[in-house]
């Protein structure tokens, strides 16, 4: 049976510079696991955290933050979606691996998975997202319940 430490999304700190930080984001979920290095400002990572805020305060939303471009170097991206009203919330997570695709673009991992999460994962994420900003250091974790799909 899958535990819920296998069921994760993870942004690490890898540096930060004066303008933007190299993140780690790794997503993994049932025994598929995606890793990419990607390039974010404080203040994409902050917007995201009050987006996430507002996209908990709310019933009937989604909630979409990406980083990178398709089909480029790194990209991740996430969408939000309530599955019920019980506070049960899907996350569609989208990782593709640093791999610059000039030449051969089969080279490029990719991964789409998808983590069952509650409400009260996505405010402690949120929150570990401030901190994460404000120390320049760090983790935020978001935690799955399981997980229903993998394409």
Known sequence: MTTQQECFLKFDVDWRDEHMF???????????????????TPAQLINFAIEIGEFSQSVNSELFFEIGKKDAHSY?????YQIDYSGVVGV??????DVA??????????????LIVELRAIDEFRKQLYSLVSTSEGQALLLGRYSSRID
């Open 22 to 40: 190299k993140m780690i984001i790794t997503s993994c979920n049932t025994g598929f696991c995606g890793i990419t290095n990607t390039y974010v």
């Open 76 to 80: 991740f991206s996430m969408r939000c």
């Open 92 to 97: 569609e997570i989208m990782i593709e691996s």
């Open 101 to 114: 695709t000039e030449y051969r673009p089969e080279e490029k991992s990719k991964l789409k998975t998808e």
